[in-house]
Nanobody, 118 residues
Framework: VQLQASGGGTVQDGGSLRLSCAAS????????MVWFRQAPGKEREFVAI????????AYTDSVKGRFTISRDNAKNTVYLQMNRLKPEDTAIYYC????????????WGQGTLVTVSS
């Protein structure tokens, strides 16, 4: 499975972006899908997860109420809707897939850069 993240760009403080993570070469239907981000000079951090059944989501505290993760298994794609963006959201965003019941991330996307200007 290959993951292709897209949708990044530069927006002003308070703006919105929607990231996409399109999978090819196999189905992500049985994978929990996760978004991570890595800001300049910082370690990679968890942002959001949507379970393989699609019914459960979880977010890091700093994005709760602003970001929404979703998936469309028919399109083999996961999304991250980011609203009310802040300069501290500036980072490279990565999507990853973890097989249901597994402990490791099986696949990673290449990352897409989000820059929020103040």
């Amino acid at each position: 499975v290959q993951l292709q993240a897209s949708g990044g760009g530069t927006v002003q403080d308070g703006g919105s972006l929607r990231l996409s993570c399109a999978a090819s070469g196999g189905s992500i239907r049985t994978y929990n899908m996760v978004w991570f981000r890595q800001a300049p000079g910082k370690e990679r951090e968890f942002v959001a997860i949507v379970t393989w059944l699609g019914g459960s989501t979880a977010y890091t505290d700093s994005v709760k109420g602003r970001f929404t993760i979703s998936r469309d298994n028919a399109k083999n794609t996961v999304y991250l809707q980011m609203n009310r963006l802040k300069p501290e959201d500036t980072a490279i965003y990565y999507c990853a897939a973890r097989k249901a019941g597994g402990n490791e991330y099986n696949y990673w996307g290449q990352g897409t850069l989000v820059t929020v200007s103040s």
